[in-house]
């Protein structure tokens, strides 16, 4: 019996996912792999008291995780495994482990509320990546949204949370460890990850080319000052990010002023069933 035209569509469908793909493909998925590892060991050292190596390996999870979005696209790969992948890893690399670290720091002072704080931070969070997934999926969004992030995304939330731990390694944690600093932090940031706050995306950002070699110059100056004083640099980084967030509502306003309204949409034809259908006798006759 000869096959039919959707058995052999759907044969040529399986010999397709089956066939051997170039090892480069998996290297997005292997960034993501990688910054889950280093999210999972920050937990393990702050288990073990090592403060300042937990939070190294968060920062080398943000840096996976930019690396896997950037990797993905410059080779054009993209599916649904790597976007689930990736969300899976976010929510414990930026979600349960800054949430144990600062736990394990300072909220446990606290016990029932710091521990309240810890999973109120990982569930925002969670909420975060999934409202994120879903809008992705939507073709009307708002120009002016390209330029922004609804909210505080996932790897700034998580190195805001663990800011006082970060900045204690510079001025000593006689305050930055009490746990009223780090609860009000904990509950900002989970707030506004889960707000429609605009907050700025260095995706679509464009550089004049006369700001190009003065950008290039400030950039290496960060990493040196990232080298020679890695603590005090991510601090004062921290503090900055915290003072753009309403410098970018303010230009999010502007930019929706100027934004022109969209077109009403044509309303749809009547019906048919709702159409009043006159008897026979009732209709008028043809010219």
Known sequence: MKPSGRQ???????????????????????????????????????????????????????????????????????????????????????????????????????????????????????????????????????????????GIPAPAAAGLALLPLIAS??????????????????LFVALMMVSRVPTFSIKRIRVAPQYIVPLLVVAMLVVVFLVTEPWATLSVMGVLYLLSIPVSVMVAQRMQRREPEPRPREEAPEDSASVRVLPLDQRHPRG
Request: aromatic content about 12%; glycine content about 8%.
């Open 169 to 186: 390694f510079v001025l000593g944690d006689t305050v930055m460890r009490a746990w009223t600093l780090n609860a009000a932090m904990f």
């Open 8 to 150: 052999m569509l759907l044969a040529r469908e399986r010999r397709r996912r089956l066939r051997a793909r170039p090892l480069l493909h998996l290297l997005p998925n292997l960034f993501t792999i990688l910054g889950l590892g280093a999210g999972l060991t920050g937990m393990r050292y702050a288990f073990d008291s090592r403060y300042e190596l937990a939070v190294a390996l968060i920062g080398v999870a943000i840096l996976f995780d930019g690396l896997d979005g950037r990797s993905a696209r410059m080779l054009r790969i993209t599916s649904k495994l790597g976007a689930q992948l990736d969300s899976l890893a976010d929510f414990l690399s930026f979600g349960v482990a800054p949430a144990i670290i600062v736990y394990l720091w300072s909220l446990h002072e606290v016990r029932g509320v710091g521990w309240a704080l810890a999973m109120l931070f990982a569930t925002c969070c969670a909420m975060r990546l999934a409202r994120f997934n879903v809008e992705l999926e939507d073709p009307e969004k708002p120009r002016w949204t390209l330029y922004f992030f609804s």
